[in-house]
């Protein structure tokens, strides 16, 4: 039976420091403040967005929501990003993913003020990431490298396999991967031997957005693997990408979902609010 990553239990660690932190900085007169953008009822969204308005509570983090109408106009978003990238009190700036259709989240992430992106999606952000001279990393790679470490495992010559090519997961993943040594594969809904390039793997992230679509058979003996899916198979019911039952059967160490990436996403975005308080 492999080793369980809690994503809850670290995650617990790293905000406690934090919190810490934000205390410290505010005797110094800086106080970190996060804008969270959300626009229409997606469900999901919402209690993402919930998430991390309570995490910043606990952490004394200040932040503002912005709950906005499923009919609002391009020009409405981006004149609110413009109104938060001059306002002081604001350090970092989330929208949050995905917007409604005819909203271009292409343009409205370039209209985010790099130093205030904590979400690292803006051009110049995730060119940083590609050249390895980075101020904010996406939150959940991130996440994912923290758990990683704590499982004890080096990256450095193992061969890792991405699943998922997202610009927030899959893409920048793989370079975090990479910067650490790791011998990196990314496959999509394209790859031909998904189930032999998955075996070959010491280390895999599965981030596709299936339910159970990485099954124990495609594991190797004693792999670390690293579930970033979230899937909600019923009211209730939440799975990842991997099938937990037979995977942690083969598995060295596996996250559980949920309780595994989910919560470290968040505290990595709480360490980059912070991280931008500091730089601006
Ligand atoms: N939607 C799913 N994941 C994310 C994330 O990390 N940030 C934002 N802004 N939206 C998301």
Excluded: W
Excluded at 243 to 257: L, M
Aim: proline share 5%; charged share 25%; with cysteine.
């Amino acid at each position: 039976m492999a080793k369980i990553l809690s994503g809850k239990e670290v995650s617990a660690r790293i905000k406690e420091e934090l919190k810490q932190e934000v205390a410290a900085l505010k005797e110094k007169g800086i106080f970190p403040g996060l804008a969270v953008v959300i626009v229409g009822d997606d469900p999901a969204s919402r209690v993402y967005v919930n998430s991390k308005k309570k995490a910043c509570e606990d952490l004394g983090i200040y932040s503002e929501e912005y709950a906005l109408s499923a009919e609002t106009t391009q020009e409405e978003l981006l004149s609110l990003i413009d109104t938060l990238n001059h306002k002081k009190e604001i350090n970092g700036i989330l929208v949050q993913l995905p917007l409604p259709k005819h909203l271009d989240e292409e343009s409205v992430i370039q209209a985010i003020d790099p130093k205030k992106d904590v979400d690292a999606f803006h051009p110049v952000n995730v060119g940083k990431i590609m050249v390895g001279n980075y101020d904010f990393v996406p939150c959940t790679p991130a996440g994912v490298m923290e758990l990683i470490h704590e499982s004890g495992i080096e990256v450095s010559g193992k061969e890792c396999v991405v699943i998922g090519r997202s610009n927030i997961v899959g893409k920048p993943q793989a370079m975090l991967l990479l910067h650490e040594n790791g011998t990196v594969t990314i496959c999509h809904s394209r790859t031909k031997d998904l189930k032999e390039t998955v075996k070959r793997a010491d280390i895999v992230v599965a981030a596709v957005g299936k339910p159970n679509f990485i099954t124990g058979d495609m594991i190797k003996e004693g792999a670390v693997v690293i579930d970033v899916g979230i899937n909600r198979i019923a009211p209730k019911t939440l799975v990842g990408d991997v099938d937990f039952e037979s995977a942690s059967k083969v598995a060295g160490a596996i996250t559980p979902v949920p309780g595994g990436v989910g919560p470290m996403t968040i505290a990595m975005l709480m360490k980059n609010t912070v991280k931008a308080a500091l730089i601006q």
